[in-house]
C-alpha cells in the first residue's frame, strides 16, 4: 500500500477551509475518496468541489464508515460527535485523524485510545501547529541548548468569535468549554514541544464581551515537568486584525518570539536573541535592541506535512506523529485547567 484512501466525516468545515485542499490533496501518498456530511446540499456542494463521484458522497456517518473503500477516515466534526465517529471508525477496522481535541473528557478519550489499539488501527490527532517549520526550528535549538535553561514560555490564539446561533463552540455541551479547549489546547501541544510535559495548572476564565454559555477569556498558568514556567492566553473577544497570536520562549542564554506561527497558517517568522556570554549583572540595565536575528525556515504546509507523516505511519506500521495518546494527555490537561478554573485552586495534573 503506497496511497492511503480517505473517507472524511464533516467535510464542509475546516475539512473544506483547509485540510483536504491544503492536507489531503496535494499530499503524495494520500487519495479523497469519500465524504460525509448533514445535507445533500452541503455534501453535494463539497463533493463537486474535489470531485468526490455521487456515489460516494454520503449525509449518514455510519453508512460512509461501512460502505466507503477507504483505509482511513479523518473525522472533523463538533466536538461532542469525535467519540461516538472515532468508536465506529475503530469498529469498521479504519484507521482515524480525529480533529482536536479528541473528545471531550479524558474518560471518553481513554475509551477512543483502547478501541484504536484493540481494533488495531492507528489513531492521530491534528495538532497540526506541531509541523510548522518555525516551532521546529525553535525545538531544535532548544534541544541543541542554545537557549540555555528553559524558564518561561507563552502561547496565545486569540479571534473575533462573537455569539452564532447554534455554534458548537459557544455551547460547553458540545465544544467542552469555550476559548480554551478551542484554541488554547493548540498553544499546550506546541508549549509542550519546547518544554515537555506539564505538572500543574492554575487557570480563570470568564466571559468579559461574548454573552454565551462558554468562556470568551481564559488564562491559564502551567508548571512543566522541569520546573519552568508557561502561560496560555485564549481569547473570543479581541478583533482578529488585533490579534498577535504571540509564541514566546526564554531561558537563561536567549528567548525567541515567533511572529505569525500560531495558526492555521504555514507562515510567520522567529526572532531569535542568543546571549551564550551573559556575563555579570548589569546595574545600568542598557539593552541592545539590534542583535535580535530573523530566522525564516522553510515553511512546509502544516496540514499536508501532518496528512504525509499519518499516511507514512500506515504504510509502515509504525506510531503515528501525533497519536491517540497524545489526544489523551492533552485533553488531561485541559481538564485540569477547567478543573482548577471551577475550584479557584492549583491542579496538578
Ligand atoms: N486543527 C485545526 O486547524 C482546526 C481548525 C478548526 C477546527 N478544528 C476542529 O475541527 C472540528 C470541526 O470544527 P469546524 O470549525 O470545522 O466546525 P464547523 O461547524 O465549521 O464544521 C463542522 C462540519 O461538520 C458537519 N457535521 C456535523 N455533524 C455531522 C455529522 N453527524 N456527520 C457529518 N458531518 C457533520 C457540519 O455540517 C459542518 O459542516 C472541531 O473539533 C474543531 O475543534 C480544528
Known amino acids: 500500500m503506497s496511497v ?3 473517507g472524511v ?7 473544506d477551509r483547509r485540510m483536504i485542499p491544503e492536507g489531503i490533496i496535494p499530499a503524495s501518498n494520500a487519495e479523497l475518496v469519500a465524504i460525509c456530511e448533514v445535507s445533500d446540499e452541503l455534501v453535494n456542494k463539497v463533493g463537486e468541489k474535489y470531485d468526490v463521484p455521487p456515489e460516494e458522497r454520503y449525509t449518514s456517518d455510519v453508512e460512509m464508515i461501512a460502505n466507503a473503500d477507504v483505509d482511513a477516515i479523518y473525522v472533523a466534526t463538533p466536538n461532542h460527535l469525535h467519540k461516538d465517529q472515532v468508536l465506529e471508525c475503530a469498529a469498521a477496522g479504519k484507521h482515524v485523524l480525529c480533529e482536536k481535541p479528541l473528545a471531550i473528557g479524558v474518560e471518553a478519550c481513554e475509551e ?6 484493540a481494533a488495531n488501527v492507528k489513531l492521530g490527532v491534528d495538532f497540526m501547529m506541531r509541523f510548522h517549520g518555525c516551532h521546529q526550528k525553535v525545538k531544535e535549538l532548544v534541544a541543541a541548548g542554545q537557549l540555555g535553561t528553559l524558564v518561561m514560555g507563552r502561547g496565545e490564539l ?12 459557544q455551547d460547553p455541551a458540545l465544544g467542552g468549554g469555550g476559548a480554551f479547549i478551542d484554541m488554547g489546547n493548540h498553544c499546550l501541544d506546541v508549549l ?5 510535559r506539564t505538572r500543574r495548572v492554575s487557570m480563570m476564565i470568564d466571559n468579559l464581551v461574548q454573552d454565551y454559555p462558554a468562556e470568551d477569556t481564559a488564562v491559564c498558568v502551567l508548571q512543566f515537568e522541569s520546573g ?4 496560555i492566553d485564549a481569547l473570543f473577544n479581541v478583533p482578529d486584525d488585533a490579534c498577535h497570536n504571540a509564541l514566546e520562549v526564554y531561558g537563561s542564554q536567549g528567548s525567541i518570539t515567533a511572529r505569525g506561527t500560531i495558526g492555521q497558517a504555514s507562515t510567520g517568522e522567529l526572532e531569535v536573541t542568543l546571549v551564550p556570554d551573559v556575563g555579570g549583572y548589569d546595574s545600568q540595565q542598557e539593552r541592545e535592541v539590534a542583535i535580535a536575528e530573523i ?12 496528512i504525509e507523516a499519518f499516511c507514512d505511519a500506515i504504510i509502515n506500521d509504525t506510531e503515528p506523529p501525533i497519536s491517540g495518546e497524545d489526544g489523551l494527555w492533552n485533553e ?15 491542579v496538578g495534573v
Open 4 to 6: 492511503i484512501r480517505w
Open 9 to 15: 466525516i464533516g467535510a464542509g468545515g475546516i475539512a
Open 332 to 346: 488531561r490537561v485541559v481538564e485540569a485547567c477547567y478543573q482548577s478554573a471551577r475550584t479557584g485552586r492549583m
Open 112 to 117: 477512543l485510545v483502547e478501541a484504536c489499539a
Open 192 to 196: 509542550e514541544m519546547f518544554f515537555g
Open 158 to 169: 486569540t479571534c473575533w468569535y462573537p455569539p452564532i446561533p447554534g455554534a458548537f463552540r
Open 295 to 306: 530566522i525564516k525556515p522553510e515553511l512546509p504546509n502544516i496540514y499536508q506535512a501532518h
Open 228 to 231: 519552568a514556567l508557561g502561560m
